[in-house]
């Protein structure tokens, strides 16, 4: 029953931003670290930030200070803002959620930067 619902992929053009919304319904516990991950067509999928409950911070080498990640646990949401996208960032954007002992993940939210 535990379900994340993320927003704001969409298409954009190189140098443009976006910014994600995860939200985790139906957990009776509040979830412990949360992350965006990204898979693209052909590769694995991989880390892209991460935020403990705390609000300590992880970003993949990638990243290169364009992003931020930030949460807020009264909602229960965590946000990814995207700046300075590249075409090399066209993925597919899951969120995670690490709630008690299990790994919670969305359905992916495309994100395609192209001019």
């Known amino acids: 029953q535990v379900r994340l619902v993320e927003s704001g992929g969409g298409l954009v053009q190189p140098g443009g931003s976006l910014r994600l919304s995860c939200v985790v319904f139906g957990s009776i516990f509040r979830p412990d670290t949360m992350g965006w991950y990204r898979q693209a067509p052909g590769k694995q999928r991989e880390l892209v930030a991460k935020i403990t409950r705390g609000g300590s911070t992880n970003y993949a080498d990638f990243v290169e200070g364009r992003f931020a990640i930030s949460r807020d646990n009264a909602k229960n949401t965590v946000y990814l803002e995207m700046n300075t996208l590249k075409p090399e960032d066209t993925a597919v954007y899951l969120c995670?959620?690490?709630?008690?002992?299990?790994?919670?993940w969305g359905q992916g939210t495309q994100v395609t930067v192209s001019s």
């Open positions: 995670n959620a690490f709630v008690r002992w299990t790994d919670y």
